[in-house]
């Protein structure tokens, strides 16, 4: 009796045998337009510096921020997120300095604009940490907590006066309750209906935030856990995604992106708007740290790093990388 085949008949390693197999059947590709660039401009200095923290990333000047986008738009890189770092002295209590026309943000998008027009999302993070001397995403009540509602008024004037100067997009990422829905009825009063919002739906205490304190030169005194999503806790951020749509949110965010791959699931599984995921400080720096010390591939590890978020259903994706990988997938 002849005998056709052998055991096992079925050999998904057929599916794996050379690279362009393996590129021909992968379920997950990245590409350029998928990436986001966040990058901090910084008041005050003539040559952009380097954060000791995280290797390779800079506070830019208003000049480099400009080149910086320049270079973003010829690699093929969707969108720039934009964070203010201004003079300390220029920090109080209220974060006046954030709602300031002239303030080290709004010029940062208005140079932007004027260097890329619509050839670059230009996107602006809606949030009072970078510019309050306690580096808190809010104002404070008397006890010292942060005051909800009177954040949200703040957040109001953000949003008008970050759209004036150019901003597509605002990013609200202090977590106060209302939030969106708050910016989306500010927007619309100037006439800026046509200013999309990208919610940080689910913005966890996290430890990973740490080198970004350092890029926009947090003041911050204690910690962040009465506002932002505690750790432990899936459901929390689902009530906060049906809150966010709710209220008018055109795009959703997970943030960070590599410790809550599953919570990005769920979200993704849940929406019809776009989902995104911001690679934060700490990947981005844990990474780059073992590379130096030789304990891993550098280029295998961002890759792999941003295809297990896109595999986890962001549509887009901040990350510090975005330029760099953007030319390598190009």
């Given at each position: 009796m002849t005998r056709y085949g052998s055991f096992p008949g079925s050999r998904p390693r057929r599916l794996r045998t050379t690279p362009a197999m393996r590129r021909m059947v992968a379920e997950t590709?990245?590409?350029?337009?998928?990436?986001?660039?966040?990058?901090?401009?910084?008041?005050?200095?003539?040559?952009?510096?380097?954060?000791?923290?995280?290797?390779?990333?800079?506070?830019?000047?208003?000049?480099?921020?400009?080149?910086?986008?320049?270079?973003?738009?010829?690699?093929?890189?969707?969108?720039?997120?934009?964070?203010?770092?201004?003079?300390?002295?220029?920090?109080?209590?209220?974060?006046?300095?954030?709602?300031?026309?002239?303030?080290?943000?709004?010029?940062?998008?208005?140079?932007?604009?004027?260097?890329?027009?619509?050839?670059?999302?230009?996107?602006?993070?809606?949030?009072?940490?970078?510019?309050?001397?306690?580096?808190?995403?809010?104002?404070?009540?008397?006890?010292?907590?942060?005051?909800?509602?009177?954040?949200?008024?703040?957040?109001?004037?953000?949003?008008?006066?970050?759209?004036?100067a150019g901003a597509h997009v605002v990013g609200p990422s202090g977590m106060m309750d209302g939030q969106i829905g708050v910016i989306r009825d500010a927007l619309d009063q100037i006439g800026r209906e046509d200013v999309a919002i990208l919610a940080y739906t689910a913005k966890y205490s996290s430890a990973f935030y740490g080198p970004f304190r350092e890029a926009v030169g947090s003041s911050l005194k204690g910690d962040r856990k009465t506002y932002q999503q505690d750790p432990a806790?899936?459901?929390?951020?689902?009530?906060?995604?049906?809150?966010?749509?709710?209220?008018?949110?055109?795009?959703?965010?997970?943030?960070?992106?590599?410790?809550?791959?599953?919570?990005?699931?769920?979200?993704?599984?849940?929406?019809?708007?776009?989902?995104?995921?911001?690679?934060?400080?700490?990947?981005?720096?844990?990474?780059?740290?073992?590379a130096q010390r030789g304990w891993i591939d550098r280029d295998r590890a961002i890759m792999e790093s941003l295809t297990g978020i896109k595999r986890a259903g962001a549509n887009m994706i901040l990350t510090y990388w975005a330029t760099e990988v953007a030319r390598r997938l190009g």
């Open positions: 590709r990245l590409h350029p337009a998928d990436l986001i660039l966040p990058a901090f401009v910084r008041e005050g200095i003539d040559a952009p510096v380097e954060i000791g923290s995280m290797p390779g990333v800079y506070q830019h000047t208003r000049d480099s921020l400009k080149k910086a986008a320049a270079e973003a738009v010829e690699a093929g890189v969707s969108g720039i997120m934009l964070f203010g770092v201004p003079l300390e002295e220029k920090k109080d209590g209220a974060g006046t300095v954030g709602t300031d026309p002239d303030g080290i943000l709004q010029q940062g998008l208005r140079d932007v604009r004027a260097e890329v027009g619509d050839e670059l999302i230009v996107m602006s993070d809606l949030c009072l940490d970078e510019f309050t001397d306690h580096g808190h995403c809010g104002v404070l009540d008397e006890q010292g907590r942060v005051d909800n509602d009177a954040t949200l008024e703040r957040y109001a004037e953000m949003a008008q006066v970050q759209a004036d806790n899936t459901r929390e951020s689902l009530r906060e995604l049906a809150l966010d749509l709710e209220e008018g949110a055109d795009m959703v965010m997970v943030k960070p992106a590599g410790p809550y791959l599953d919570i990005l699931a769920k979200v993704a599984g849940e929406v019809d708007v776009p989902v995104a995921a911001y690679q934060i400080s700490g990947e981005y720096s844990m990474i780059e740290a073992a």
